[in-house]
């Protein structure tokens, strides 16, 4: 594997399913036309239907970072990420994940993961 790989997961109730699925497009549309994006596609479950899913690859963890700031993702992006599932939606290669460092260790100097090519 390549780059990155994100995996976002949502429940969404089938009362606001279509809601959710237009939220959700307008979001892939904003992510898809970021540097860095290689393919970002909506989801949904086969057994469980509301349980839906936004995956996404892309060239590098920087392009990603990058894809959630400005002012259109904070705008369409960002809401819709605040109901996704609570839980770690970003993969690398085993052989690329750097070590894991406390935010603010104070005796490293470094502000959490440390990953290849991210600076």
Request: glycine share 10%.
């Amino acid at each position: 594997m390549t780059g990155v790989f994100v995996l976002t997961r949502f429940r969404v109730p089938e009362a606001e399913t279509a809601e959710f699925e237009d939220a959700a497009r307008a979001a892939i549309a904003v992510l898809s036309a970021r540097p860095g994006a290689e393919s970002v596609d909506l989801l949904r479950n086969l057994d469980d239907p509301d349980l839906w899913a936004i995956v996404g690859r892309w060239a590098d963890v920087g392009s990603y970072r990058r894809a959630l700031g400005g002012m259109e993702s904070r705008m369409v992006v960002m809401p819709l990420l605040s109901r996704a599932i609570d839980e770690a939606s970003a993969y690398l290669d085993p052989g690329e994940v750097g070590v894991n460092v406390p935010r603010g260790d104070a005796e490293s100097g470094s502000a959490g993961w440390s990953v290849p090519g991210d600076r």
